[in-house]
Nanobody, 113 residues
Framework: QVQLVESGGGLVQPGGSLGLSCAAS????????MAWYRQAPGKEREFVAHITSGGSTNYADSVKGRFTISRDNAKRTVYMQMNSLKPEDTAVYYC???????WGQGTQVTVSS
């Protein structure tokens, strides 16, 4: 059974940083690409970052240069370091694997002064 558990969200001031983690289980983690999405109230869920099983990455234009996705296959965990945060980054952040379209429960990130 696939499980994805996000953590690391919280309240941060504009310009600050947060690091998110997603602990995965129930599948061969090292064989699959992983991604982060986010959803703000009243908005569609949107793509944020993606990392392949080999470590190649890509990002939404809105976060390029500020966010970094990475993975540790031994720990079965995908990370996202978020720097220079803006109020428009406020959202629930979700971990995703393209294996039956599995999603985590999300972690809230709030950027506010």
């Amino acid at each position: 059974q696939v499980q994805l558990v996000e953590s690391g969200g919280g309240l941060v001031q504009p310009g600050g940083s947060l690091g998110l983690s997603c602990a995965a289980s129930g599948f061969t983690f090292s064989s699959y690409a992983m991604a982060w999405y986010r959803q703000a109230p009243g908005k569609e869920r949107e793509f944020v970052a993606h990392i392949t099983s080999g470590g190649s990455t890509n990002y939404a234009d809105s976060v390029k240069g500020r966010f970094t996705i990475s993975r540790d296959n031994a720990k079965r965990t995908v990370y996202m370091q978020m720097n220079s945060l803006k109020p428009e980054d406020t959202a629930v952040y979700y971990c995703h694997v393209l294996r039956g379209g599995s999603w985590g429960q999300g972690t809230q990130v709030t950027v506010s002064s």
